[in-house]
Nanobody, 128 residues
Framework: VHLVESGGDWVQPGGSMRLSCVAS????????MSWARQAPYKRFEWVAA???????FYSEFAKGRFTISRDNAKKTVYLDLTSLGAGASAVYYC???????????????????????WGRGTQVTVSS
């Protein structure tokens, strides 16, 4: 299993960004995928998920500002970030959800070990 995130960068407050995660080594089209983030001195946060049928789930802070999507042909999952504030600065991780994933699973995510597998992350910095 291999997940490689990219797209993280420095951006000014109010800016936008697209994160990408290219997957290999497993059946991507049959897997539910998530994005999560970790900022220094803050708790780990699940951000959003897109299930194999395309259904999406979002954390409360992500609703209306972040959009998760997937391209099965490219084995890639995306996270579009808009209206970024300083609170969005974090390392963003792409992860494979456990097979039993549902809305309750997402609410209970507290660390990377709650996922089946994860990438190394990509740094997003929001600053003026």
């Amino acid at each position: 299993v291999h997940l490689v995130e990219s797209g993280g960068d420095w951006v000014q407050p109010g800016g936008s960004m697209r994160l990408s995660c290219v997957a290999s080594g497993f059946d991507f089209s049959d897997s539910s995928m998530s994005w999560a983030r970790q900022a220094p001195y803050k708790r780990f946060e699940w951000v959003a998920a897109v299930e194999k049928d395309g259904q999406t789930f979002y954390s409360e802070f992500a609703k209306g500002r972040f959009t998760i999507s997937r391209d099965n042909a490219k084995k890639t999952v995306y996270l579009d970030l808009t209206s970024l504030g300083a609170g969005a600065s974090a390392v963003y991780y792409c992860a494979i959800d456990k097979p039993t994933a549902n809305s309750w699973y997402y609410r209970g995510i507290q660390s990377l070990t709650d996922f089946a597998s994860w990438g190394r992350g990509t740094q997003v910095t929001v600053s003026s």
